[in-house]
């Protein structure tokens, strides 16, 4: 494929050291993520504090308790068509990066840029800091308990949080993965401490609350897009092990087997724990209270309820810890495809972690949780999100066409990415009519990559006093965190 040389890559450049403790005197990301770790990715990222604070929206949109299980199933059902199609894309095209590497693949690199741009300006930190300030919030709640928790303080305790996210994902990559799996077990018993108690409660006799579960004349047919839009956004975070195809263990069989167990527990658990809640309460007390959880832990487990703030404070670390992990790896690999500064694409001479590439959100991130209005921004790009997966999935479809002799171990029918691909543009669509001037906002900011692209990519006639200064800056850069050009 044709890459548009960039003024942020220069080739043949000698490494300043090699690492000669290195196995096979090589230094490169590792292929370290196995099946188990695999499954603690997706599942760490896709369970967050959604499920344990704020389960509603579906229940609010749906007007029905009946209707809202069948939308949250059905909404499982959707995520696993996107991820099965990302399972072929992922097996095909053996590279990390995620939607980026698709795009670029399927659509070439100006569409690929876009997508980057408005992942690194905006849509990466602000969605960082936001998982972020739930866990800042929520690891000191058990200590200011009954007050509320000033505001300072949870974002002191955030920039803890993201320090030490940070500092992890740059050390070690099994540590990374080990910690992660720990905190997925922690994920799961929470799960399983609201499952259990409640479903025992349903096989006792605690029926009422299911008593006309699909009365008609409460179901919102209006607000049942709105119901899958919350849904889909609960299921999010299926795609995050398609970041690190280069380092999981025989990708042709891990990723596609890793995304169907984990996409079967995710939407077990989700199906459960609302079972749960609504055995326990009403649709009314459900709307009504503040942390579902909570409130679901006071009426059957009493004083144990101070636990669930630590257990959702575990579980966003966990996403945060899961997602940095992984959209580390697509400015890793848009760096080597010379669309972001070649220091980028270096890896630590002793750690094997691509420690630039971890780092470059930290700033951000920091500056958008003090200065910046993180939530409005998000709902600027959230649609995005959507828009750039439905176009990945799109490339599958047209590269069967474009592409047909490209080796494919794991093939799925075609009628799956093209209703998960309809899906994505329905939901961007439903952006676009519910909220025209914050998706239009979301539209001009993503357009800026247009001559972002052409001013940094393939504009590369630069003065040469600037063009020595920002390759010194690339070696001090480089010499400070000892990184050096990955050996392929």
């Known amino acids: 494929m044709l890459v548009v040389p960039s003024a942020f890559q220069r080739v043949n450049r000698e490494p300043l050291w090699h690492d000669p403790d290195s196995p096979h005197g090589k230094v490169e990301l590792k292929k370290k993520v196995t099946l188990l770790r695999g499954i603690s990715i997706i599942i760490g990222t896709i369970i967050g504090a959604g499920i344990f604070i704020s389960p509603k929206g579906i229940l609010k949109n749906s007007g029905s308790v009946g209707i809202s299980l069948v939308v949250w199933i059905a909404c499982g059902v959707l995520s696993l068509f996107g991820a099965l199609s990302y399972a072929e894309l992922g097996t095909s095209i053996k590279k990390s990066g995620g939607h980026y590497t698709y795009i670029l693949e399927a659509f070439g690199p100006q569409m690929a840029f876009i997508r980057l741009w408005a992942d690194i300006i905006a849509i990466r930190p602000a969605g960082l800091a936001v998982i972020s300030l739930a866990f800042g919030q929520y690891i000191l709640e058990p200590i200011f308990m009954p007050c509320g928790v000033p505001e300072i303080a949870i974002k002191l305790a955030t920039s803890i949080g993201i320090t030490s996210v940070m500092y992890l994902n740059s050390m070690s990559t099994s540590w990374t993965n080990r910690i992660q799996i720990l905190l997925t077990f922690c994920k799961l018993l929470a799960v399983a401490t609201i499952i259990v108690p409640g479903l025992y409660m349903l096989f006792k006799g605690e029926t009422r609350n299911f008593e006309n579960a699909f009365d008609v004349s409460n179901i919102k047919l209006t607000g049942l897009p709105l119901a899958f839009y919350s849904g889909m956004y609960a299921y999010s975070g299926w795609f995050y092990l398609n970041f690190v195809t280069e380092e999981v263990e025989n990708p042709e069989k891990t990723v596609p087997l890793a995304i169907c167990i984990s996409m079967a527990i995710v939407t077990s658990c989700y199906v459960l724990t609302n079972v749960a809640y609504y055995t326990v309460m009403s649709a009314e007390e459900l709307l009504a209270s503040q942390s579902v959880a909570v409130t679901f832990a006071e009426k059957t487990m ?187």
Request: glycine share 6%; hydrophobic share 50%; with cysteine.
């Open 302 to 488: 009493g004083n144990f309820s101070v636990a669930v703030p630590v257990f959702v404070a575990l579980s966003c670390f966990g996403t945060m810890n899961g997602c940095l992990f992984a959209f580390s790896r697509m400015f890793y690999v848009a760096s080597r495809e010379g669309h972001l500064p070649e220091v980028l694409s270096m890896i630590h001479v002793r750690r094997h972690t691509p420690l630039a590439a971890v780092i470059i959100l930290y700033p951000m991130t920091v500056f958008q949780l003090f200065v910046g209005d993180i939530y409005s921004l998000l709902n600027f790009m959230s649609f995005l999100r959507w828009l750039f997966i439905g176009v990945a999935v799109l490339g599958l479809i047209y590269m069967r066409y474009t592409r047909p002799d490209m080796p494919r171990p794991f093939k799925v029918p075609l009628f799956i990415p093209a209703i998960f691909s309809l899906t994505c543009f329905f939901m961007v669509f439903l952006s676009l009519y519910s909220d025209p001037v914050n998706t239009g906002i979301g539209f001009a900011i993503s357009l800026t990559g247009i001559p972002a692209y052409y001013i940094f990519i393939v504009f590369d006639r630069r003065p040469k006093w600037l063009q020595k200064s920002l390759d010194s800056f690339n070696r001090s850069v480089q010499i400070i965190l000892e990184v050096i050009p990955a050996e392929h």
